[in-house]
Protein backbone atom coordinates (compact mmCIF):
# COMPACT_ATOMS: atom_id res chain seq x y z
CA UNK A 1 0.00 0.00 0.00
CA UNK A 2 1.33 3.16 -1.14
CA UNK A 3 1.98 6.42 1.57
CA UNK A 4 -0.45 8.78 -0.13
CA UNK A 5 -2.96 6.08 -0.67
CA UNK A 6 -3.08 5.07 2.86
CA UNK A 7 -4.39 9.00 3.63
CA UNK A 8 -6.80 8.96 0.72
CA UNK A 9 -8.35 5.54 1.56
CA UNK A 10 -12.19 5.71 2.47
CA UNK A 11 -13.11 2.88 4.54
CA UNK A 12 -16.57 1.68 4.43
CA UNK A 13 -18.48 -0.31 7.38
CA UNK A 14 -19.45 -3.71 5.80
CA UNK A 15 -19.98 -5.03 9.12
CA UNK A 16 -16.87 -6.93 9.07
CA UNK A 17 -14.34 -5.43 11.72
CA UNK A 18 -15.92 -2.67 11.51
CA UNK A 19 -15.15 -1.25 14.88
CA UNK A 20 -11.50 -1.66 13.65
CA UNK A 21 -12.37 0.17 10.54
CA UNK A 22 -14.32 3.06 11.57
CA UNK A 23 -11.59 4.10 13.97
CA UNK A 24 -9.01 4.03 11.44
CA UNK A 25 -11.29 5.92 8.81
CA UNK A 26 -11.72 8.56 11.61
CA UNK A 27 -8.41 9.23 12.16
CA UNK A 28 -6.98 9.40 8.15
CA UNK A 29 -7.37 13.04 7.97
CA UNK A 30 -5.34 13.69 4.73
CA UNK A 31 -1.58 13.07 4.37
CA UNK A 32 1.00 15.58 5.93
CA UNK A 33 1.17 18.99 4.00
CA UNK A 34 4.22 21.64 4.97
CA UNK A 35 2.71 22.90 7.52
CA UNK A 36 2.24 19.93 9.02
CA UNK A 37 5.70 18.59 8.73
CA UNK A 38 7.06 22.04 9.75
CA UNK A 39 5.55 21.79 12.39
CA UNK A 40 7.19 18.22 13.33
CA UNK A 41 10.45 19.76 12.91
CA UNK A 42 9.67 22.93 15.20
CA UNK A 43 8.20 20.36 17.71
CA UNK A 44 11.37 18.00 17.06
CA UNK A 45 14.17 20.52 18.20
CA UNK A 46 12.48 20.89 21.79
CA UNK A 47 11.13 17.28 22.32
CA UNK A 48 14.88 16.10 21.52
CA UNK A 49 15.63 18.44 24.27
CA UNK A 50 13.40 16.90 26.50
CA UNK A 51 14.60 13.56 25.38
CA UNK A 52 18.28 14.52 26.14
CA UNK A 53 17.72 15.76 29.76
CA UNK A 54 15.94 12.48 30.49
CA UNK A 55 18.27 10.39 29.12
CA UNK A 56 21.00 11.96 31.50
CA UNK A 57 19.08 12.10 34.59
CA UNK A 58 17.29 8.49 34.15
CA UNK A 59 20.75 7.12 33.74
CA UNK A 60 21.16 3.61 36.24
CA UNK A 61 24.99 3.10 35.35
CA UNK A 62 26.39 6.11 36.76
CA UNK A 63 25.93 8.67 39.58
CA UNK A 64 23.01 11.47 38.06
CA UNK A 65 22.53 14.01 41.07
CA UNK A 66 25.10 16.12 40.42
CA UNK A 67 23.47 16.81 36.82
CA UNK A 68 20.12 16.82 37.67
CA UNK A 69 20.15 20.68 38.33
CA UNK A 70 21.80 21.78 35.50
CA UNK A 71 19.49 19.90 33.13
CA UNK A 72 16.03 21.26 35.80
CA UNK A 73 17.32 24.65 34.09
CA UNK A 74 17.73 23.47 31.01
CA UNK A 75 14.18 21.97 31.01
CA UNK A 76 13.11 25.47 32.42
CA UNK A 77 14.90 28.03 29.82
CA UNK A 78 13.46 25.74 26.74
CA UNK A 79 9.59 25.54 28.48
CA UNK A 80 10.17 29.22 29.04
CA UNK A 81 11.36 30.35 25.21
CA UNK A 82 8.40 28.30 24.32
CA UNK A 83 5.59 30.21 26.41
CA UNK A 84 7.01 33.44 24.42
CA UNK A 85 6.38 31.60 20.71
CA UNK A 86 3.07 32.20 19.43
CA UNK A 87 3.04 28.76 17.64
CA UNK A 88 3.03 26.42 20.72
CA UNK A 89 2.12 28.95 23.46
CA UNK A 90 -0.97 26.30 24.33
CA UNK A 91 1.10 23.53 24.91
CA UNK A 92 3.98 25.15 26.45
CA UNK A 93 1.92 26.64 29.59
CA UNK A 94 0.51 23.11 30.13
CA UNK A 95 4.12 22.03 30.80
CA UNK A 96 4.83 24.93 32.58
CA UNK A 97 2.13 24.00 35.18
CA UNK A 98 3.44 20.65 35.58
CA UNK A 99 6.92 21.83 35.61
CA UNK A 100 6.08 24.03 38.40
CA UNK A 101 3.75 21.37 40.23
CA UNK A 102 6.72 18.97 40.64
CA UNK A 103 9.90 21.53 40.62
CA UNK A 104 8.77 24.69 41.58
CA UNK A 105 6.85 24.21 44.81
CA UNK A 106 9.28 24.88 48.06
CA UNK A 107 7.04 22.26 49.99
CA UNK A 108 8.09 19.47 47.93
CA UNK A 109 11.32 20.77 47.02
CA UNK A 110 14.15 18.01 47.72
CA UNK A 111 16.98 20.31 48.55
CA UNK A 112 19.65 17.34 48.69
CA UNK A 113 19.51 17.83 44.93
CA UNK A 114 20.81 21.14 45.06
CA UNK A 115 23.32 20.03 47.87
CA UNK A 116 24.52 17.69 45.30
CA UNK A 117 25.22 20.71 42.94
CA UNK A 118 27.01 22.38 45.55
CA UNK A 119 29.07 19.90 46.94
CA UNK A 120 30.14 18.89 42.85
CA UNK A 121 33.68 20.26 42.98
CA UNK A 122 33.12 21.88 39.79
CA UNK A 123 29.69 24.09 40.52
CA UNK A 124 29.52 24.82 44.02
CA UNK A 125 27.03 27.66 45.73
CA UNK A 126 28.21 30.18 42.85
CA UNK A 127 26.96 28.16 40.38
CA UNK A 128 23.65 27.34 42.34
CA UNK A 129 23.05 31.19 42.63
CA UNK A 130 23.72 31.77 38.92
CA UNK A 131 21.10 28.80 38.16
CA UNK A 132 18.59 29.82 40.21
CA UNK A 133 18.80 33.42 39.18
CA UNK A 134 17.99 31.89 35.36
CA UNK A 135 15.02 30.32 36.99
CA UNK A 136 13.40 32.62 39.34
CA UNK A 137 15.18 35.61 38.58
CA UNK A 138 18.26 37.32 40.00
CA UNK A 139 17.93 38.28 43.82
CA UNK A 140 14.39 37.38 43.68
CA UNK A 141 12.51 36.26 47.06
CA UNK A 142 12.25 32.85 45.39
CA UNK A 143 15.91 32.07 44.56
CA UNK A 144 16.87 33.63 48.00
CA UNK A 145 15.21 31.36 49.65
CA UNK A 146 15.77 28.35 47.99
CA UNK A 147 19.21 29.35 48.05
CA UNK A 148 18.87 29.97 51.97
CA UNK A 149 17.29 26.64 52.48
CA UNK A 150 19.92 24.69 50.65
CA UNK A 151 22.41 26.84 53.09
CA UNK A 152 20.62 25.32 55.96
CA UNK A 153 20.83 21.52 54.44
CA UNK A 154 24.06 21.52 53.99
CA UNK A 155 24.59 22.90 57.85
CA UNK A 156 22.54 20.02 59.19
CA UNK A 157 24.32 17.79 57.38
Excluded at 34 to 48: K, P, V
Excluded at 69 to 87: A, Q, W, Y
Amino acid sequence: MGYRSYFNSNVDDDGEESTRKRKRNERVLGAPNDEDWENARYFMEYLSIFFEVTKKVSGSKYVTSNIFFGELVTMHSTISRMCSSLDEKKMALSMKAKYEKYWDNLDNMNFLLHVALVLDPRNKLHYLRYCLGVIYGVDTPKSVEVLDQVKKTLNEL
